[in-house]
């Protein structure tokens, strides 16, 4: 099977802006997570989806939004960029709830700069 | 806020040498998952141990949780220079709001 596949890669804005990333999980895996990893707060979970349901969220301003598609691909959307939101952006994506006792498979990440 | 903290914070051993981290955490948990991530890529899962185990095993890879004591340790045994990266730990349970949540990481470091 085809591992979990981000796009793009490497992405750069500048601030006011606004981004979309792209997820497409492993074939069969219903739920796909998101993370934002920086040096200085680590990887915080921004939100899950699964069968096109949110099913939790972090604790990210409403600037940062996502959903998911009937084939389970994923998007996260950040609106009206900040400096701070500079950051590797990682998406997993798992056969059940990342709650459960289910293993995470995570893309190799898109890496946003924020000018 | 992070649930697991990670100690040490890095670590630098020799290649052939055992490397151990702990990793500590704060609220019950259903499991916690331990993962590899090499220079800024995507983190590999390496293993899951549910809160009713003691001890699991994965290669040269041994993984102890003690609920009790809200700790677990990774132990590679017979480190390669491949295993230089930041490994993690991740714990999820309903306790902590049904996510995943990741410590802050230790730096392995293994010389050739």
């Known amino acids: 099977k085809a591992g979990v596949t981000q796009t793009p890669r490497y992405l750069i804005k500048t601030r006011g802006q606004q981004v979309t990333l792209s997820c497409s999980p492993i074939?069969?895996?219903?739920?796909v997570s998101w993370y934002q990893q920086t040096p200085g707060q680590g990887l915080q979970f921004l939100f899950e989806?699964?069968?096109?349901?949110?099913?939790n969220k972090g604790n990210f301003p409403g600037r940062f939004s996502g959903r998911q598609f009937s084939n389970s691909r994923s998007e996260m959307n950040v609106s009206t960029l900040e400096l701070g939101d500079s950051a590797l952006y990682l998406c997993?994506?798992?056969?059940?709830?990342?709650?459960?006792?289910?293993?995470?498979?995570f893309g190799p990440g898109t890496r946003l700069t924020v000018l | 806020s992070q649930q697991g903290e990670e100690d040490p914070q890095a670590l630098s051993i020799q290649e052939g040498e055992n490397a151990t981290m702990n990793c500590s955490y704060k609220t019950s948990i259903n499991n916690l998952q331990w993962y590899r991530q090499n220079s800024g890529r995507g983190l590999v899962h390496l293993i899951l141990?549910?809160?009713?185990?003691r001890e699991k095993h994965s290669g040269r890879l041994r993984v102890t949780l003690d609920t009790s004591k809200k700790s677990s340790s990774l132990l590679i045994t017979a480190s390669r220079a491949a295993d230089t990266a930041s490994y993690f730990c991740?714990?999820?349970?309903?306790?902590?709001?049904?996510?995943?949540?990741f410590g802050g990481g230790t730096r392995v470091l293994v010389k050739p």
């Open positions: 141990i549910r809160s009713n185990e």
């Open positions: 991740a714990t999820a349970g309903r306790a902590a709001g049904n996510k995943l949540t």
């Open positions: 989806y699964f069968s096109e349901t949110q099913r």
């Open positions: 074939s069969g895996h219903r739920s």
């Open positions: 997993a994506s798992s056969e059940g709830l990342a709650g459960g006792h289910n293993e995470q498979f």
